[in-house]
């Protein structure tokens, strides 16, 4: 049996054909999962949805995951992240299509909510899997590019208002169906995932091998810089995603002015920056080290985002840029990060709880902003109504700010991960 040396060395050149074929499973995840964004002004104006409808449709795809999400990581382990990730990815098809037909609307939450399962367990899977193809000391970037790819997928829905304007001129229900064929394509890559996988892994198990025994003793025994960085992780999404998801196109459209076109460019550029610029940042963490702080200063640029959008007339360009360098330098070094603070036999499981917690997190953020908007009266005719969804996403991004502080503290003491040592001292470690 190969030792676990060869199964880590993550030297096969197929390694690339892989990363690639995750990011491409994934993006097209990222895709559906923004799907409703662009047409919230069709739904609001063709169907009549109140912004909790809205919210609904978004926060009901986190709620498999309150269920599911430390369910998937032990799959992961138990399963291998390829075969995981191709059950995902088809579940996912099937909540896309349903949410295209649409009509009830309980017809469009059940599809929600089926691709929420598939949704919440691809992503991991496949952080997982590139941990099995890339050696420790090349999960970083590796991350980083998967993440920076998986990026194209939210920015092609944004600015498929723009380039699939027919789409839109014909109602809300075409770009659902074309979320679907996007869905559908990552199903694809992920089935070839899978036989790579399987056929050409070094040390991979030969098929039908037993799988490794859960011990569910051991589920909770990580160390304080795992808990924290799960809060990280937690309120860093349960801030960014509803925002920049469900009510920021409509926000640009309502109180800053712009068309439907416009506003779905504008937000896009967060994502765009993300594909660039999440490499960039990971590179970075890798030769200078300083990940824990790394992760402060990019926590840090949140709730600036929305001091800057609240209270000041600044170009919206200005948010926009600040957004885009949290969005990209925080996640290109969470991920890595987390890798490496967990051992690998129980990653699945570690990023199976950061799931299931998160899930929870942006379930609530995203029902408890279109609550406190539709209280509030927020719309075209009262833009002064988004005021206190301002003001809430704002101070759930100081909590995860404290997060990333008490990460940094412990990393920077003796009981730390190498999170804060240069690229020599990591390179020794892995």
Do not use: C
Request: no cysteine; proline share 5%.
């Amino acid at each position: 049996m190969p030792s676990q040396a060869t199964r880590s060395s993550g030297q096969s050149p197929l390694r690339w054909w892989v990363l690639a074929l995750a990011a491409i499973a994934v993006s097209s995840s990222y895709y559906n999962d923004d799907v409703i964004g662009p047409i919230a002004d069709l739904l609001h104006r063709q169907r009549g949805f109140s912004q909790s409808q809205l919210g609904m449709l978004n926060g009901v795809i986190s709620i498999p995951n309150v269920a599911l999400a430390l369910i998937n990581g032990l799959l992961i382990d138990r399963y291998g992240p390829a075969r995981v990730a191709l059950w995902s990815a088809a579940v996912g098809v099937l909540g896309a299509a349903l949410t295209a037909v649409g009509s009830p609307y309980e017809i469009m939450v059940a599809g929600r909510f089926l691709f929420g399962i598939s949704e919440g367990a691809i992503f991991i899977a496949l952080i997982a899997g590139l941990a099995q193809w890339f050696p420790r000391s090349g999960i970083a970037l590796a991350a980083a590019l998967y993440l920076s790819l998986a990026r194209v997928g939210s920015y092609a829905v944004d600015t498929s208002t723009a380039w699939a304007r027919p789409l839109y001129e014909r109602g809300w229900q075409p770009p659902l169906w074309l979320g679907t064929g996007v869905t559908l394509a990552g199903l694809v890559a992920a089935a070839l995932y899978y036989w790579l996988d399987r056929q050409h892994r070094p040390g991979a198990p030969p098929e039908g091998a037993a799988a490794e025994r859960v011990i569910w003793r051991d589920l909770l025994k990580f160390d304080m810089s795992y808990w924290y960085i799960l809060g990280l992780h937690v309120l860093f999404a349960a801030v960014f995603f509803p925002f920049r998801t469900t009510y920021a196109i409509e926000y640009f459209q309502h109180v800053k002015g712009l068309t439907l076109s416009e506003a779905g460019v504008a937000n896009s550029w967060v994502f765009f920056a993300a594909i660039f610029a999440t490499p960039f940042f990971g590179l970075l963490a890798d030769r200078l080290g300083h990940r824990a702080l790394m992760l402060a200063l990019g926590t840090l640029l949140l709730p600036l985002t929305f001091v800057v959008l609240g209270l000041t007339h600044l170009n919206l360009w200005v948010s926009t840029v600040m957004m885009g360098i949290s969005f990209s330098l925080v996640p290109a070094i969470i991920w890595p990060a987390t890798t490496l603070i967990v051992e690998p036999r129980r990653l699945g499981t570690a990023l199976g709880l950061i799931t299931l917690i998160q899930a929870l997190g942006m379930a609530a953020s995203n029902l408890a902003a279109g609550k406190l908007a539709d209280t509030a009266g927020a719309g075209a005719q009262n833009p002064g109504g988004y005021t206190v969804m301002l003001w809430f996403f704002f101070l759930l991004s100081l909590v995860a700010l404290s997060s990333a502080v008490l990460l940094w503290r412990r990393e920077a003491g003796p009981l730390g991960h190498g999170l804060e040592a240069a690229r020599k001292l990591t390179a020794a470690a892995a």
